[in-house]
């Protein structure tokens, strides 16, 4: 089963990309540059706009799926917060880094994990995964969460 997720060609993509930039360094980020920064922004604009799209399109999916996932993606990404405001602290980080550290902690990967369960769980149901990562984690991490988390380190000290 976990062959199919580990040895997959998205995998050996990210691997085979980072073997490249260590290897040519600083001339191979020169001599990509057009490719990595403004035609990927733009290609990554096009993505998640689409993403977007799909999600509102399935937000009625989650009539159906009662209330235990709309609390999962409220709940997990604050307890995931708390760990990661922890982990700042064992790891004596400065604010902005222990901020950057917590909402990550906090945030599921709005980009690479609807296409990770896609593959690891065919089965799963995208109308409901992705609607709640960005109609519903997402907004709360950039409305609630990021000032709660701001206060909470100043607070707690990291």
Known sequence: MYKRQFFNSSVFLILGSLMVGVITGDRGQAALHPFTNALFQGILCFFLLDMGIVAARRLRDLRTSGGFLLGFAILVPLFNALLGIGL????????????????LCASASYIAVPAAMR??????????????????????????GLPLYLALIQRFGS
């Open 119 to 144: 593959l690891a769980l065919p089965e799963a149901n995208p109308g409901l995964s992705l609607p709640l990562a960005l109609a519903v984690t997402f907004p709360l991490n950039i409305t609630l």
């Open 88 to 103: 700042s602290r064992l790891l004596d980080l400065g604010t902005g880094d222990a901020l950057l550290l917590t909402t």
